[in-house]
């Protein structure tokens, strides 16, 4: 059974780099066709695409977050990565990550991680 | 990023049916069709269907989904009280190269 756990620090300061590790457990971070992707949800709204990667380093970003938004894939180690440079309180919410897999030429979420909290504040 | 549109809240009695909507675009849901997201408070999204209307294993048959132009639906039959959370419609947009959600919608089973 495939499971992912982001992992990183809870609280950052304004203006800082947030980074997270999403952890990919029960199967290789390399098989099949996916994309590991992060999303991101403030508290009491709704969901907000980052960016994603394929297993070749592919990424795609969010318009919106792009400048800002790294994200890497270690197939060494089976683990994703995200790092957004610049933080502000608004950056404060739950960190997801999710797989993004491929059926019949169309793309879906169809496992995600528990997510983790992050609070930017000084 | 709230690209595709979702109405904020729909309230049905139990068993009753809901029908919650999603519109996008011809480069986003006219194009690549809507997955839906069912999410309960404190937990992460789940999946319920893809490309418009294929359902995971272990998601009722009394969820289904549809397509029509740019708008694409999530029809919830026979509302039970774990039914009430709130679902999320998203989509690949292929001129932006990212994926966009709706805002999300709450449904009240009363």
């Known amino acids: 059974q495939v499971q992912l756990q982001e992992s990183g620090p809870g609280l950052v300061k304004p203006s800082q780099t947030l980074s997270l590790i999403c952890a990919v457990s029960?199967?290789?971070?390399?098989?099949?066709?996916?994309?590991w992707t992060w999303v991101r949800q403030p508290a009491g709204k709704g969901l907000e695409w980052i960016g994603r990667?394929?297993?070749?380093?592919?990424?795609n970003y969010n318009p919106s977050l792009k400048s800002r938004v790294t994200i890497s894939v270690d197939t060494s180690k089976n683990q994703v990565s995200l790092e957004l440079s610049s933080v502000t309180a608004a950056d404060t919410a739950v960190y997801y990550c999710?797989?993004?897999?491929?059926?019949?030429?169309?793309?879906?979420?169809?496992?995600w991680g528990r997510g983790t909290l992050v609070t930017v504040s000084s | 990023q709230a690209g595709l549109t979702q109405p904020p809240s729909v309230s049905r009695g139990l068993r009753q049916t809901a029908t919650l909507t999603c519109t996008g675009n011809s480069n986003n849901v006219g194009n690549q069709g809507a997955a839906w997201l069912q999410q309960h408070q404190g937990h992460p999204p789940k999946l319920l269907s893809y490309?418009?209307?294929n359902r995971p294993s272990g998601i009722s048959e009394r969820f289904s989904a549809s397509r029509s132009g740019n708008t694409a639906s999530l029809i919830i039959t026979g509302l039970q009280p774990e039914d009430e959370a709130d679902y999320y419609c998203?989509?690949?947009?292929?001129?932006?190269?990212?994926?966009?959600f709706g805002g999300g919608t709450k449904l009240t089973v009363l």
């Open positions: 490309r418009n209307n």
């Open positions: 999710a797989r993004d897999s491929l059926a019949e030429g169309f793309w879906y979420f169809d496992l």
């Open positions: 990667v394929y297993t070749s380093g592919s990424t």
């Open positions: 998203s989509a690949w947009d292929s001129s932006l190269t990212a994926w966009v």
């Open positions: 029960g199967a290789s971070i390399s098989s099949g066709f996916y994309y």
